[in-house]
């Protein structure tokens, strides 16, 4: 039905919950109040009648005024998903985000989370039959549209934060202009927080435009005079100083990821702490936010500053330490102070060297606009920019460019594929993605097996794409089975897909490693993996014994539940589910076949230099200081290319060159590979197998 304002807000002041019959908690109706002053409320007629009159409608907001959570809601309360039977869905490019938004509206909605609202991101699915309102990544959403092309269990899909232009939500706009040209009941909503609003008005058939504006204060900025060499240090130094001498107000720092957020952390409780006794500051309430922080830990951002230590004392004072969830996905009130070292991390993706990679990049102007805004929130701010003026001016991009041009395409290539679209060349995308990226992709794809002669789905492709993680670890997974050790390389896909389970804090960097080196198994990263699992699993008392052992407890649980789902995912795929036996010498050779299976184009020879070479790339790379393998063994496989002044390659196993003519004599073509040290050694493997006749060696499968 068409709903207006004014019946909605009816509804909402009702004394019951249309959804679940029950009486109105006093929270909801405290809450309500709050929401009525959002900006969005007061254009909800005009929102509505855009909605109403088109099919897609672009909204753009200044982060806070309320689009993410009371948009979806609207929503709700104009096609009734209850009764309907078609859900609302709104996309995330975060997955902190997607939970943490999920949660505050199951608050104001006065429903259980996960029941009538929930969320969905990979690997973990909080919704239920009951779900009528679903905040999901935007990768879950196009998984969902490979299996229901239509979207047909939707009436309303919402794509928020499209300005962040990632990789998924670009895909995901495309095919809401296929989808709509077919349904004509199913309504979408493109929301922002800043954007270029003429190109997506336009890209979305002339869509109409609502401007939410802001309510914000005035930030004023500062520069540093000279730039800096450590830019956690100098946030640190920022932070404390700002406590020291700054009125009340809290403090939002912007880092790159986990493992400098916990570090910024754990320096600022200490220094702070020496702050408070000596200079008699306020307390202060550290928190960190970055995207696997557990969802109780995640809602700590929104506790409000301690109380001064003694009444009328020095004001308490909360500091928020958070990756770029915060620039305009989240919003916490109360910031005042904002810190901006001018850095993100970023995919960046070379398609000469097929290496895909998360790189600490500057940042864009239009990024640092974003983090000054979020201290004009309440009142007026201040934003401490930790560059120069000349470099914000000068070397700072306007822009960010979209994922799209900038990523390893396999993954989202094979899923369109699934989807049926197979022109994807002529896919009408925002901004097309460039011809040698879609065809390093094509290549990938065809190498794993997954696309035929004709770049269509093979039956492994088929599989793969079942996975929810990469073509190449789908692979291996699959392949597993030609070697019988699906039990084991289940496992270890597990631990590849969570963070780093090795912890080696600052102050314990020996003990840690000593405790590493007790799971360390000689062939490789890959194997002292499965041992840590395997390990993790025979223990009696998890936590404690995590804690002891310098490993994430986080991780390991989270790897157990991933684990689950990729053996389910298998089991309906029809691969079986073996292990070798375990006294069998081919026990772990066949595992490291399997791991060749899927990463066979991930592989590097030692050249006598000492340095490896990449195989067909060429590129110079180290082994990873976190590897386990102290000898150089002269070819490995290897799972991740890092990034930074030197190129690494991390979580490393040995193999065999004999393993790679055999398992992917495709690949190893060797007429078709530039010369390096390592082709002559398979050019005179290969010359003695066809001198020996064609005989393979068997492989063991006799335990199967
Ligand atoms: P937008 O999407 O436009 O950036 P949101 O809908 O995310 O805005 O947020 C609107 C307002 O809701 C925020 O200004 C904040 O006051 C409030 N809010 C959102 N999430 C929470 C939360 N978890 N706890 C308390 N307040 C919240
Ligand atoms: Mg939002």
Same mark, same amino acid.
């Given at each position: 039905?068409?709903t207006t ?5 009816a509804?909402?002041?009702s004394s019951?919950n249309? /959804?679940?019959g029950?009486?109105y908690? #006093?929270?909801? @109706?405290? !809450?309500?109040? %709050? *929401?009525r002053d959002?900006p969005?409320?007061?254009q909800r007629q005009?929102?509505l ?5 088109n099919?897609?409608?672009v909204?753009?907001g200044?982060?806070?005024s309320?689009k993410?959570t ?10 009734l998903?209850?009764v ?7 996309t995330q490019?975060?997955r902190?985000a ?12 006065d429903?259980k989370l996960g029941?009538?609202?929930g ?8 919704t239920s039959?009951?779900?009528v309102?679903?905040y ?5 959403l196009l998984?969902e549209?490979?299996?229901d092309n239509?979207?047909?269990?939707y009436?309303?899909i919402?794509l ?6 990632t /990789?998924?939500t670009d895909?995901?706009m #495309?095919?809401? @202009?296929t !989808?709509a040209l %077919? *349904?004509?009941?199913i309504?979408i ?9 003429e190109?997506?008005q336009?890209?979305?058939y002339?869509a109409?435009?609502?401007?939410v504006?802001g309510?914000t204060?005035p930030?004023?900025?500062y520069?540093?005079?000279e730039p ?6 100098a ?7 700002i406590h020291?001498?700054?009125?009340e107000g809290?403090i939002?720092?912007f880092?790159t990821?986990?493992e400098?957020?916990?570090e910024?952390c754990?320096?600022?409780s200490?220094r ?11 307390p ?5 936010l970055?995207?696997?922080l557990p969802p ?5 951002i929104?506790?409000?500053?301690p109380?001064?230590?003694t009444?009328?004392?020095a004001p308490g004072?909360?500091i928020?330490? #958070?990756?770029?969830?915060a620039e ?5 009130d ?9 850095f993100?991390k ?6 000469r ?7 600490v990049s500057p940042i864009?102007r239009?990024a640092?606009?974003?983090r000054a805004?979020?201290?004009?929130r309440?009142?007026?701010?201040k934003?401490f920019r930790?560059?120069t003026?000349?470099?914000y001016?000068?070397d700072?991009?306007?822009?960010t460019y979209?994922?799209?041009?900038r990523s390893n ?8 594929k699934?989807l049926g679209v197979n022109?994807?060349v ?6 097309p993605c460039a ?5 390093r992709a094509l290549e990938?794809?065809?190498y794993?097996?997954?696309?035929d002669?004709d770049?269509n789905?093979t039956?492994?492709g088929?599989m793969i ?5 990469d073509p190449?670890?789908?692979?291996m997974i ?6 019988g ?6 496992s ?6 969570v963070?780093n389970v090795f912890l080696?804090?600052?102050?314990a960097?020996r003990?840690a490693?000593?405790?590493k ?5 000689m062939d490789?990263?890959h ?9 993790y ?5 998890p936590?404690k014994w995590c ?7 986080r991780s390991?649980k ?5 684990r689950?789902?990729?053996?389910r ?9 073996v292990?070798n036996?375990f006294?069998?010498?081919d026990y772990y050779p ?11 184009m991930?592989v590097?020879?030692l050249?006598r230099?000492g340095?490896?070479l990449?195989?067909?790339d060429?590129q110079?790379?180290?082994?990873h ?5 102290e000898?150089?063994?002269?070819w490995?496989?290897?799972n991740e ?5 030197r190129?690494?390659?991390?979580t490393v196993?040995?193999v065999?060159?004999?393993?790679l003519?055999e398992i992917?004599?495709h690949?190893?073509?060797l007429?078709s590979f ?6 002559r050694?398979l ?7 066809a001198?020996?006749g064609?005989?393979k060696?068997?492989k063991?499968?006799?335990e199967k």
């Open positions: 039905g068409q304002a004014a019946q909605q807000e509804v909402e002041d019951h249309g /959804l679940t029950a009486a908690s #006093s929270r909801y @109706k405290s !809450i309500l109040a %709050k *929401r959002l969005v409320n007061k005009g929102f009648d855009l909605v109403h009159n099919q897609f409608v909204l753009v200044e982060t806070g309320g993410t009371q948009i979806p809601q609207y929503m709700v309360y104009d096609l998903p209850q309907e039977g078609k859900m609302i869905a709104c490019p975060r902190v997607a939970m943490s938004v999920a949660q505050r509206v199951s608050e104001e909605m429903v029941q009538e609202v969320y969905s991101i990979r690997f973990e699915d909080c039959s009951k779900t309102l679903k999901c990544t935007d990768g879950m998984r549209a490979m299996s239509m979207l047909s269990r009436s309303a919402i928020d934060e499209a300005h962040e232009r /990789l998924n895909i995901l #495309s095919l809401m @202009k !989808i %077919k *349904r004509k009941d309504k909503v493109v929301m922002s927080a800043t954007l270029d609003s190109k997506f336009k890209y979305f002339d109409p435009l609502l401007t504006p309510r204060f930030v004023e900025v520069y540093t005079p800096e060499r450590d830019y956690l240090e946030a640190i130094k920022t932070a404390l100083q020291a001498t700054e009125p809290d939002l720092v880092l990821g986990e400098e957020i916990e910024a754990r320096l600022l200490a702070g702490d020496e702050l408070i006794r000596r200079a008699n500051c306020g202060l309430l550290i928190v960190p970055y995207s696997t109780n830990m995640q809602q700590r929104f506790h409000k500053a109380e001064p230590r009444p009328g004392g004072r909360k928020v330490v #958070s990756t770029n969830v305009t996905s989240l919003t916490i109360g910031i005042v102070y904002v810190i901006d070292p001018g993100s970023q995919k960046v993706y070379n398609p060297v097929r290496v895909e990679s998360l790189l864009s239009a640092a606009q974003q805004g979020r201290a004009g309440t009142r007026p701010g934003c930790l560059y003026e000349k470099s001016n000068n700072l991009i306007e822009q979209p994922e799209i041009l395409l396999g993954s989202i290539v094979l899923q369109l699934k022109d994807l002529h896919l009408d995308l925002m901004d011809p040698e990226v879609l065809m990938l794809l065809h794993l097996g997954a696309l002669d770049a789905l039956p492994i088929h794409s079942d996975f929810p993680i190449q670890l789908a692979k699959i392949s597993a089975a030609d070697y050790c699906t039990n084991e390389v289940l270890i896909a597990a631990m590849l897909s963070p080696r804090p600052r102050e960097q003990r490693d000593q405790a080196a007790e799971f360390a198994h490789g990263d194997l002292t993996l499965l041992n840590v699992y395997h390990a699993k025979g223990c009696t008392q936590d804690w002891d052992n310098y490993l994430q407890y390991l989270s790897a157990d539940s991933i689950e789902q990729l053996r995912v298998a089991a309906k795929c029809d691969i079986p589910l292990s036996n006294s069998s010498p066949n595992i490291r076949r399997a791991l060749t299976a899927g990463y066979f991930q590097a020879h050249e230099g340095q490896y990449t195989i067909k060429n110079l790379v180290l082994l200081p976190s590897s386990v393998l000898r150089k063994p002269e490995v496989v290897y290319f890092v990034l930074t002044k190129h690494y390659i991390r196993s040995e065999r060159p004999e393993w003519l992917a004599p690949y190893y073509d007429s530039p010369p390096c040290e390592g082709k050694v050019e005179k493997l290969a010359l003695r197998n001198v020996v064609d005989k060696p068997k063991d499968r006799s």
